[in-house]
Structures are given as structure tokens and as C-alpha cells.
């Protein structure tokens, strides 16, 4: 699908969508839970259905009701693989999962899911004494289990989502699990994890983000979770809005333990107008200065910040660039090469962006499959000398269905 994004002023309310990185984690938590869960505003991004599909293949009755998920947990190995469609949460919190199970299961995927590298999915969930094995280093994963508890250390530096489906099945070890985790990364969306761990009646020991027990004789146990607004998505929106004009987005938490909600410190060190009312986040436009931001536990915010820096006077500077690397796309290259279309330079410094401000020029550029770079030229077009057509603009249902709508009712 091309999208035809055009130069354009913004000026209004929109709501944000649900977080797929907390519907998730509670799709999959309440398939585990012994009861009837019911999951409100899950939304229906590719990788939130994903879940739901991937809860039903492993047993679990789900079904949905006036737009909420009403799941039926307790469930039995699978006969048949698990696929995560293009989902990498759903493969690496899955695969933790899947290590409960005394008998083999196997995982796959589809697209560029098929190209990520599965290496650290199998050496975190060995040091478990699973059996884990990939396919020459990617899919499909052929795992068996059962996690026999103990003190386990593990590499955080490569993704915190393999640990969050170690700590979502930690609970049906054998015996008390500790895990010690070295350079961790993405801290923040651990903390999400066990705080919907946590709504489902689990509680984790964490002391300072290097050691995790958690106590057995826990089980979970069905509740009714409601799925709070992205900040990664969101994060677009407000972008719009400090390059664009003004908008007011509702149904974000500020005391959320998503990381992309750091978007709000981005846009103040760029001279955006921010304001947090209990209407909504209130973002304005006004001159924009270069800023320095390191998004390494907030990699997915690269793509929104990059677009804010296009639009700043001199060169803003964004660290952990090697968290980009094995995302849907080569997140870096991918970046580099759309925003060159549209007139905007981008170098890399080692582990650092370095963007030069400038205009945006009109442009053909193709999302290379990644739901966030195409979002990302459409927010950078709303100031561009004429037209943005994006190639491959469909990859936004993965994560945000709407965003083209949404965008269109507030321009």
C-alpha cells in the first residue's frame, strides 16, 4: 500500500492507542491463569492478535466480546507450532513460556521475523537447562523444558524480552528461580512486565535490575486487566504536534512504566511547549534547538526522535544505536536512508546518531517493512516542500492500525 502524506498543519484531540507491549504480556499472563481474564482495549495490532493466536494454539479459550478479550487459562502443550507472525515480543516472551513444557515445542514466524537472529532466545533459555535449539541461528525454535529453578545468570545487553518470558513462566519452575542478569537493557519494559505479572497475582523480588526471584507457591490468577495508551505510538503524535502545530493527546499515563514515555524529556530539550493537564499531553510547536538524548533503554524511539531532530536548528545527538540493529528493519540503515530521500542527513558516530536539522523535502521513500519508519516519514511530511509518498505503508498495522486516520483527523 502507498501512502500519500502531505505537507500539513495540526490542530487537535486524539486518543492514544492501546500498548501493544502491555496487551501482550497480559494475553499471554492470562492464558497462563487458572479462571476467566477479561482484557479491555486491547486494541488490534498485528502483534497483539499474534498473542491472542498464539494463546489459543497453546489451548486457551479466547474470545472477543463488545472489543475486549475474554480468556480461559491453564493450558496444556501444544500439539500443533506456535506462530508469532512478525512479532519479535511474541517470539522471545513465548519462547520463555514454551519452557514449561516437558515436551518439545516449536516456534516460527513470517517476514522479516524470519531474518531476526535467534541466538541469544537459545542461550538465555539454556542456561535455564532447556533444551533450545534454532535453525542455523534463526527460526523455527524447537524448545523443551521444563525450567528447573536454581540460581541461572544470564546476558541482558541483547534484549530485555527474553527475559520477560523467563519471568512470565518462572513461577511453574521447579523450584525457586533466581536469575542474575549482567547489562540489561531496556529496564524500563522489564518493570512493565512485572507490574502485569504483579496485576495477575505474581509478585517478583527485583533488586536493582541485576538480580530477580521470584518466590514460589505463586500461581496466577484471572482478573480484568484494562490496556493503558502507548507511549510508543503516541510518541508520533506528539512529535506532530511540536513540528506542526498543537495536539493534545489522551489516555497516556505519565506514572507509566513504559519507557517511550521519555518522548515528553526529548521534547522539552528541543524547546517544544509541553504541558501534562488532565486532559491529555499537551504539545505545541515553538523554535526547535538541537538536543542529546540517549535511547538506549527506548530504542523504539529512534524513529519519532529522529523525526523531531529533522525539524531542529543544528545537529541533535542520539545514543544506543546498536540496539537497532535486529529490529524489523536495520533501523539505523533504514533511517538514514529514508530521511537522505527527504534532504535530511544522518551519520553515525559508533553507538550515536548524529541528525542535521534542516527542511524536509518532498519525497518517495519505502518502510522496508517496519511499522515505525513509515510513521516516522509520515510525521516528518507534515512539514515537507510537497508530497511524502510512503511505500509499503501497511507495516503500521503491526503495532498501530489507526495511525493513518488518526493523523488525517488532527491535520
Not at 20 to 44: D, F, H, M, N, W
Not at 174 to 180: A, F, R
Not at 270 to 291: C, D, H, P, Q, Y
Not at 354 to 381: F, N, W, Y
Amino acid at each position: 500500500m502507498k501512502n500519500k502524506s502531505l505537507p500539513s498543519e495540526v490542530d487537535g484531540h486524539i486518543q492514544a492507542p492501546p500498548s501493544k507491549s502491555a496487551a501482550q504480556r497480559a494475553i499471554a499472563i492470562a492464558g497462563l491463569a487458572a479462571g476467566t481474564s477479561v482484557i479491555t482495549r486491547p486494541g488490534e495490532a498485528d502483534d497483539v492478535m499474534a498473542a491472542a493466536e498464539i494463546c489459543r494454539t497453546l489451548g486457551a479459550s479466547v474470545e472477543q466480546k463488545s472489543g475486549n478479550l475474554h480468556i480461559k487459562g491453564g493450558i496444556p502443550p501444544p500439539a500443533v507450532p506456535l506462530h508469532c507472525r512478525e512479532s519479535g515480543l511474541s517470539i522471545r516472551m513465548f519462547a520463555g513460556i514454551a519452557s514449561i513444557f516437558s515436551e518439545e515445542v516449536q516456534m516460527t514466524g513470517q517476514g522479516s521475523l524470519l531474518k531476526r537472529p535467534m541466538e541469544v532466545v537459545a542461550a538465555s533459555l539454556q542456561a535455564l537447562g532447556v533444551h533450545c535449539k534454532t535453525t542455523a541461528g534463526k527460526l523455527p525454535l524447537y524448545i523443551r523444558g521444563p525450567i528447573k529453578g536454581g540460581k541461572v545468570s544470564i546476558d541482558g545487553s541483547l534484549s530485555s524480552q527474553v527475559l520477560t518470558g523467563i519471568l512470565i513462566a518462572a513461577p511453574y519452575a521447579k523450584k525457586e528461580l533466581t536469575l542474575h542478569v549482567s547489562q540489561l537493557k531496556s529496564k524500563p519494559y522489564i518493570d512493565l512486565t512485572m507490574d502485569v505479572m504483579k496485576a495477575f497475582g505474581v509478585e517478583t523480588i527485583n533488586e536493582d535490575h541485576q538480580r530477580f526471584t521470584i518466590p514460589p507457591g505463586q500461581f496466577y490468577k484471572a482478573c480484568r486487566f484494562t490496556v493503558e495508551g502507548d507511549w510508543s505510538g503516541a510518541a508520533f503524535l506528539l512529535v506532530a504536534g511540536a513540528i506542526a502545530g498543537k495536539v493534545v493527546v489522551n489516555n497516556l499515563n505519565p506514572g507509566s512504566f513504559q519507557g517511550d514515555k521519555r518522548i515528553l524529556d526529548a521534547l522539552k530539550a528541543s524547546g517544544a511547549m509541553v504541558n501534562v493537564t488532565g486532559e491529555g499531553i499537551r504539545v505545541e510547536n515553538n523554535k526547535l534547538n538541537a538536543f542529546s538524548f540517549d535511547a538506549t533503554d527506548c530504542p523504539d524511539l529512534f524513529p519519532p526522535l529522529a523525526a523531531l531532530a529533522a525539524h531542529c536548528h543544528g545537529t541533535s545527538r542520539i545514543s544506543g544505536v546498536s540496539r537497532l540493529r535486529a529490529k524489523e528493519s536495520d533501523r539505523a540503515a533504514t533511517l538514514m536512508d529514508i530521511f537522505s530521500k527527504m534532504g535530511i542527513f544522518i551519520r553515525l558516530e559508533q553507538d550515536t546518531m548524529l541528525v542535521e536539522g534542516g527542511k524536509p523535502q518532498a519525497a518517495t521513500v519505502e518502510s522496508h517493512g517496519d511499522h515505525r519508519i513509515a510513521m516516522a516519514a509520515a510525521v516528518t511530511a507534515l512539514n515537507a516542500t510537497g508530497p511524502v509518498h510512503i511505500e509499503g505503508a501497511e507495516a503500521v498495522n503491526k503495532s498501530y492500525p489507526g495511525f493513518f486516520n488518526d493523523l488525517a483527523n488532527i491535520t
